[in-house]
């Protein structure tokens, strides 16, 4: 297992930073192809999306709107709780403006793999509504748009994409709603992942059609309990919105660093940090959205891009800058508070003070033991070295979770645990003033913001958000496994994906992250070129669609437009 995890880990560092490089680069090249298409046409994706010129006759198995909802129950989960408080962390405020320009550029990337995924999709009339008229996505704008020599990378695509449901979509995201309820409700990790799994099943073995009213649903109740616990915490710390804009734009470009940030290099860091989390957190040119997005009822493939190009803005934009402001107005994000402490596992590190700033050392570089005196490290005695949570230096240990005892003795980096000098014992933890990170940061600024109140709505949003992403993501593989092995192939699927989930609640999931991180890789280098390779099909279709539905059209006469179109199409004429 260790070698298939330095493999794995390898492979991930080796296309880490190329792929980030390749998704900015493709967005960039895309909007400038298609002429700023994010800032000309978002008025006109909203009219679609809100059903304006829905047509019920159109073929495809859901609304516009049950389209968009599908995709954003996926891009909007864990990433905007805990990918905006990661980014602040090792960032800094910074962090958060060159998210913005990710979803920015993401606006144009998802517009155009969903105006190709429409494009190219396929539709059947005679498939049931169990499995879908409808299958479309990266695998069938590879093959069919760049042609039969591409299958295999279309393949590839589809593989890898089933292994990101299974794990990425579904296992993580069961485990962590079932480790929350362990930790704060002492709910056994196999009950709430029963209950879960329980929910998953019902609502996939339903087909698109179920999954659409659910997520049509789900996701608006799930995105405004988030948002709207977030804008009173912003109101009520309204004093502070206006620093915290401050901070996010000066340090986006002359930075101090996040609080777990390194001295050398610190711009790098903010700008890696803040494209990395945007990028992920919308997901554009992953190619999952588009498989969504290709079910849903339109003849018009540029109608359905419109759409999507919402998501990032949504997503990134609106919901994760709430949750920058909400981290930031409340100054959680600094602040060190009461944390148990683990010796052995958790969050911690060794970190050591290189270039005026704490930065964490390889394990070879670590002492046998740390000496803590009366509480306090004694860092001449430990090379300089300090055992860290989130990467940040602990000032002071207790052996009580009241902070009243200060420990006297050894922290064994190679047994980890605590051996106190008084009576020899051994501790698995110590106590002490800790920063939080991810999730639990973002729920400690909910919790000073709303008490209580706010604590439980960010569990109740982890849970929607969990659950969500795992039902839209079951869709998106079930499509991949549809495309390699056939409609027999979809039921066995979707027993695996929720024996999947079961395991993900109950399983420890390191390996799990790993293995789906890189199958993320797979999947979107290639479709990220196939983009580049047919923007020249994207800018054709958008001229001509544009062309043809001039701006301030009626609905009445959109529909003529369309279905005029529609029968030309059919006929074989050029539109």
């Known amino acids: ?76 989960g864990i990433g905007n709780i805990a990918g905006v408080a990661l980014a602040i962390h090792w960032g800094g405020p910074g962090a958060v403006f060159w998210m913005w320009v990710t979803a920015v550029l993401g606006m144009c990337t998802k517009y155009t793999e969903v105006t190709l995924a429409q494009r190219y999709r396929v539709v059947d009339q005679a498939s049931s509504k169990l499995i879908g008229t409808v299958s479309g996505g990266p695998m069938y704008y590879i093959e069919h748009g760049l042609g039969k020599a591409f299958k295999p990378l279309a393949m590839l695509v589809a593989g890898a994409m089933i292994l990101t ?51 049509g649903v789900l996701a608006p109740v799930m995105g405004l309990l ?61 190619g999952s959205a588009p498989i969504a997005h290709s079910a849903a009822k339109t003849q018009e493939p540029v109608s359905e891009g419109a759409v999507a190009l919402l998501e990032p803005f949504i997503d990134t934009i609106v919901i994760c800058t709430i949750t920058a402001l909400v981290v930031l107005t409340t100054g959680v994000w600094k602040d060190k508070v009461d944390t148990q402490l683990s010796m052995g596992v958790g969050d911690f590190s060794y970190v050591a003070e290189i270039n005026g700033r704490y930065q964490p050392v390889d394990a070879s570089a670590v002492p046998d033991q740390l000496i803590i005196d009366q509480g306090i490290p004694v860092t001449d005695e430990n090379s300089g070295i300090m055992y860290a949570w989130h990467e940040v230096p602990v000032d002071q240990f207790f052996v009580d979770a009241e902070n009243a005892v200060p420990f006297t003795g ?47 709505l960010v569990i109740l949003c982890v849970f929607l958000f969990a659950i969500s992403t795992a039902i839209s993501w079951s869709y998106y593989g079930d499509r991949c496994s549809m495309y390699l092995f056939g409609t027999s192939s979809i039921l066995p699927y979707k027993i695996v994906f929720v ?45 001509d669609y544009f062309n043809a539905f001039k701006p301030g059209v009626s609905r009445e006469e959109y529909l003529t437009i369309a279905r005029s179109r529609a029968e030309k199409h059919q006929s074989g004429s050029e539109l």
């Open 1 to 76: 297992m260790e070698v298939f995890l330095g493999v794995q880990q390898f492979i991930d560092n080796l296309i880490a930073y190329p792929l980030l490089i390749m998704l900015v680069g493709a967005g960039l090249f895309l909007t400038f192809r298609l002429g700023f298409i994010q800032f000309r046409q978002f008025g006109h994706g909203i009219k679609v999306a809100t059903g304006k010129y829905d047509d019920p006759d159109d073929e495809g198995d859901v609304s516009h709107f049950q389209a968009l909802t599908t995709a954003l129950s996926a891009t909007v």
């Open 165 to 215: 449901a299974f794990m990425t979509g579904n296992a993580i995201q069961a485990n962590t709603v079932s480790d929350l309820m362990n930790s704060e409700f002492s709910i056994p990790t196999w009950i709430t992942g029963g209950v879960t799994s329980t929910v998953v099943a019902l609502v996939i073995l339903g087909g698109i059609t179920r999954i659409g009213r659910v997520t």
């Open 226 to 286: 988030y948002v709207t616990g977030g804008v009173i915490i912003i109101a009520i710390n309204y004093n502070g919105v206006f620093p915290a804009l401050s901070s996010i734009f000066t340090e986006a470009f002359n930075p101090t660093a996040g609080v777990a940030g390194t001295g050398i290099g610190i711009l790098l860091q903010t700008i890696l940090w803040g494209v990395r989390r945007g990028l992920f957190s919308n997901e554009a040119g992953q």
């Open 410 to 456: 050894v922290i064994d980096t190679k047994e980890g645990v605590a051996i106190s000098s008084i009576d020899q014992s051994q501790l698995d933890q110590l106590y002490g003033q800790a920063v939080e990170n991810g999730a639990p940061m973002t729920a400690l600024a909910f919790e000073q913001g709303l008490g209580d109140i706010g604590k439980y």
């Open 499 to 543: 024996v999947m989930h079961f395991v993900g609640a109950v399983a420890g999931l390191n390996t799990i992250w790993g293995i789906g991180d890189t199958a993320i890789a797979l999947l979107t280098i290639p479709n990220v070129l196939a983009l580049v390779l047919l923007s020249g099909v994207a800018k054709k279709l958008t001229d």
